[in-house]
C-alpha cells in the first residue's frame, strides 16, 4: 500500500466513522450541523489525555469517545428545545463556540494547536471504523433503531406506541456524539498533530452532507457517502482548477437525481429482489 | 367498568376543545362517539391516549388513575389508540410497522404475535418486508390495526377507521371490528359512518362543540329524531 493509499483510507475511516456520529441523530429525525464541534472535543480531550496527563493510546481514545457522548448528552437538552431550521443554527452555534473556546485558551494551544506524542497507522483507523459500522447496523437492526427510524417519521404516533421520543433523541445526540469524538481521537492520533483550524463550520457541513446525500433511511447511506465524498475528490485531482466546480454540479444533480440519498430503502429492496429472485420481499 | 372518564376538560389555546366530558367502557363492550366534524371526538380519544394533557377531569383504566401518566405508561397497561387517517410509518416496511406497535413489551412473543396478524391480514403477508407506503388504503388500515394489536390491548380506540374507505372496504372493516370484539377486545369508536358505528356498538356518546349532549344505547340513538336530523341524517347525504 502506498503512502498516498495509506493516508486517503485513513482519511476515509475517520469520515465513515464521523459520519455514522452525524448519522445517529438524522436518523432519529434531527439535523446536527455541529460535526466539527464534537469532533474537536474528540480530537482536544485526546490530546489532553495523551500529551498532558499520559494516557495510553488505547484508554485515551475511548476516554475521549465518552467526552464526546457526555457533551452530546448534556448539549441534547437544550438542542431539543429547538426545531428545524433552528435546531440546525442550534447545533451550528455550539460548534462556533467549542472552537471559540479553543482558540482562546492557552491550555489547549490556541491558534497553534497541539502535538501528538503517540501515533497510530492507517489499519487501526480501519478497524475501528469496521468495528463502528458493526455497531451502527446491529444497533439500527435492535428495537431501539426501530424506535429511532419511528421517531424520525411520526413524533406523535411514534409517542402513541410508548416509544419515549425524547429519551430516544438524546441518546441519539449522546452515541453521535461519541462517534464524531472518536473519529476526532483517531484524527489527533494519526495526523499527529490537532489544530482547530480543521474544526470549521465547512467540515460541518461536508459531514452532514456525507449522510444526507448517502441517505438516511439505511445505515448504508453514510458509508457511501463518505466514501463518496472521500474518494470523489481525490480522484479528481487531474484538474485541480475544476476540481471543487465538477464536485459542486455533481452534488446538485446528485440531489435532484436522488433527493433522499444514494442509498434508499426501495434501492435495496430492489438489489435483495434481483439477487434473491424467490425472497418474499416487494 | 375497564374504562372511566370523568369531567374531561381540554384547551387547545383559546379553543374548547372537550367540555367536561364523562363516559366509560365496559369490558368486552363496544362503546361508539358520534358528533360533527369539530365536535371534539378525536381530541377526547387522544386525551385518553396520552397524547395531550387534559386541563381537568380524570381518567381511570382498569380501577387504576392513569390521568398523570404518559402514553408508553397507558401503552403497557393495555389502552391502544388506531390514530386518525391510519398515521402507518411510511418509511418502515409492513413488518416494522408491526413491530413498533408490540415496542412496550418485553415477552418472547412478539414474533409469534406478528405471525398472528399476518395470519389474520394475507395481504400485509405477502407484502412484509415492503415499504408500508406501497399499501393501498385499505391495507394502511389493516396494518394500522394490526400494529395496534402487537401491543395487546384490553381495550383499543379506532379514530374514525373507515375515512377514506370504499364501501366493501368499510364492511371488511367492520367485521374484523366485530371480530376483535368477539374475541375479548373492548372497543371506543369515533365513527362519522353513524349507521355503521350504531349497528356494530352496545351504545353510544353524542358530541356537540366538545360537550357531551346525548347518551344512550344504539337503539335509542338510532331512534331519536333530534339526533337523526342533527347527525346522523348528514351522514346519509354523505354516505
Known amino acids: ?282 | 367498568m375497564l374504562l372511566e372518564v370523568d369531567g374531561l376538560d381540554l384547551r387547545y389555546g383559546a379553543t374548547h376543545a372537550v367540555k367536561g366530558v364523562s363516559l366509560n367502557v365496559a369490558e368486552g363492550e363496544i362503546v361508539t362517539v358520534l358528533g360533527a366534524n369539530g365536535a371534539g371526538k378525536s381530541s377526547l380519544l387522544k386525551a385518553i391516549a396520552g397524547a395531550v394533557r387534559p386541563g381537568a377531569g380524570t381518567i381511570r383504566f382498569d380501577g387504576k388513575d392513569i390521568t398523570g401518566r404518559g402514553a408508553a405508561a397507558r401503552v403497557r397497561a393495555g389502552l391502544m389508540l388506531v390514530p386518525e387517517g391510519r398515521q402507518i410509518f411510511v418509511s418502515l416496511t409492513v413488518e416494522e410497522n408491526l413491530l413498533i406497535g408490540g415496542y412496550t413489551r418485553s415477552d418472547a412473543e412478539i414474533a409469534r404475535d406478528v405471525e398472528a396478524v399476518f395470519d389474520r391480514f394475507p395481504n400485509l403477508a405477502a407484502r412484509r418486508g415492503a415499504l408500508a407506503s406501497v399499501l393501498s388504503g385499505g391495507e394502511q388500515q389493516m396494518l394500522a390495526v394490526g400494529r395496534a394489536l402487537l401491543s395487546k390491548p384490553r381495550l383499543m380506540m379506532l379514530d374514525e377507521p373507515s375515512l377514506g374507505l370504499s364501501p366493501i372496504l368499510v364492511d371488511q372493516l367492520f367485521g374484523l371490528i366485530g371480530d376483535l370484539n368477539r374475541q375479548g377486545l373492548s372497543i371506543l369508536l369515533v365513527e362519522q359512518n353513524t349507521h355503521m358505528a350504531l349497528e356494530i356498538a352496545a351504545r353510544g356518546y353524542v358530541l356537540e362543540l366538545g360537550a357531551l349532549v346525548a347518551e344512550g344505547t344504539a337503539a335509542e340513538l338510532g331512534a331519536d329524531p333530534r339526533l337523526a336530523e342533527a347527525y346522523l341524517g348528514a351522514t346519509d347525504d354523505a354516505a
Request: no cysteine; net charge negative.
Open chain 1, 1 to 282: 500500500m502506498s503512502g498516498y493509499m495509506a493516508g486517503v483510507l485513513a482519511i476515509l475511516g475517520i469520515n465513515v466513522i464521523f459520519a455514522y456520529g452525524i448519522y445517529l441523530t438524522a436518523a432519529a429525525g434531527q439535523l446536527n450541523l455541529g460535526g466539527a464541534g464534537f469532533q474537536a472535543i474528540g480530537a482536544y480531550a485526546a490530546a489532553i489525555l495523551s500529551v498532558e496527563l499520559g494516557f495510553g493510546i488505547v484508554s485515551t481514545i475511548v476516554l475521549a469517545t465518552l467526552a464526546g457522548a457526555l457533551i452530546g448528552f448534556l448539549i441534547a437538552f437544550p438542542i431539543l428545545r429547538t426545531r428545524g431550521v433552528y435546531m440546525v443554527l442550534a447545533t451550528f452555534a455550539f460548534a462556533e463556540v467549542v472552537v471559540g473556546i479553543i482558540l482562546n485558551s492557552d491550555t489547549l494551544g490556541g491558534a497553534m494547536g497541539m502535538i501528538m506524542f503517540d501515533y497510530i497507522e492507517t489499519p487501526a483507523v480501519l478497524w475501528t471504523a469496521a468495528g463502528v459500522v458493526a455497531f451502527v447496523f446491529y444497533l439500527m437492526s435492535t428495537p431501539i433503531g426501530l424506535a429511532m427510524r419511528a421517531v424520525h417519521d411520526d413524533e406523535p404516533v411514534a409517542d402513541l406506541m410508548g416509544v419515549n421520543n425524547r429519551a430516544i433523541q438524546v441518546a441519539a445526540f449522546a452515541s453521535g456524539g461519541a462517534l464524531a469524538g472518536l473519529s476526532g481521537a483517531l484524527y489527533a492520533f494519526y495526523f499527529g498533530f490537532v489544530e482547530v483550524q480543521y474544526f470549521n463550520a465547512f467540515l460541518s457541513i461536508f459531514v452532514l452532507l456525507y449522510v444526507l446525500i448517502g441517505g438516511t433511511q439505511t445505515a448504508w447511506g453514510p458509508l457511501i457517502g463518505a466514501a463518496f465524498f472521500t474518494l470523489i475528490p481525490e480522484a479528481l485531482r487531474i484538474g485541480e482548477d475544476w476540481r471543487f466546480l465538477i464536485f459542486g454540479v455533481l452534488i446538485v444533480l446528485m440531489m435532484i437525481v436522488r433527493p433522499e440519498g444514494i442509498v434508499t430503502r426501495d434501492a435495496i429492496d430492489r438489489i435483495v429482489a434481483r439477487l434473491m429472485p424467490g425472497d418474499r420481499r416487494a
